[in-house]
């Protein structure tokens, strides 16, 4: 029985690290993409409650790369939301966004 424990202190210590991990590189994907138009992660991420970037980011974020790729504004991003390194990393973005959204009582630490 006490290994059994030690494997689910385990388990759930590796796991919490990964989830971490993910709003961190959320984070760096924000500042390597999207902070060139959109300024601080505060400053969009809080622009909308979490639920409202949980629906955006669905399937990978299609909603958010198809108000991206329906706007003559956002023609330097096309390239990007095109490509496969979004859809792949889009769930690092939505643990971002949705940990800093507007409800959440969070601000990022660096913009």
């Known amino acids: 029985m006490g290994t059994f ?3 689910v202190a385990v388990t759930l210590l590796v796991g919490s ?3 971490n991990a993910a709003t961190y590189k959320g ?7 999207c902070k060139i138009c959109h300024g601080g992660g505060q400053s969009l991420a809080g622009s909308k ?3 409202v970037w949980e629906k955006l980011m669905e399937n ?18 096309w ?4 490509d496969r390194r979004y ?10 966004l949705v940990r800093y959204g ?4 969070n601000v990022p630490a660096c913009d």
Not at 27 to 33: C, V
Not at 60 to 74: F, M, V
């Open 60 to 77: 990978n974020g299609e909603a958010l790369a198809d108000i991206h790729l329906s706007s003559k504004k956002a023609q330097g991003s």
């Open 5 to 7: 424990n030690a494997t």
């Open 17 to 19: 690290t990964f989830l």
């Open 102 to 105: 507007s409800d959440s009582g």
């Open 49 to 51: 409650k979490q639920r």
């Open 79 to 82: 390239e990007y939301f095109k």
């Open 27 to 33: 984070q760096k994907i924000y500042i390597d993409t």
């Open 87 to 96: 859809t792949k990393n889009a769930h690092h973005l939505e643990d971002f």
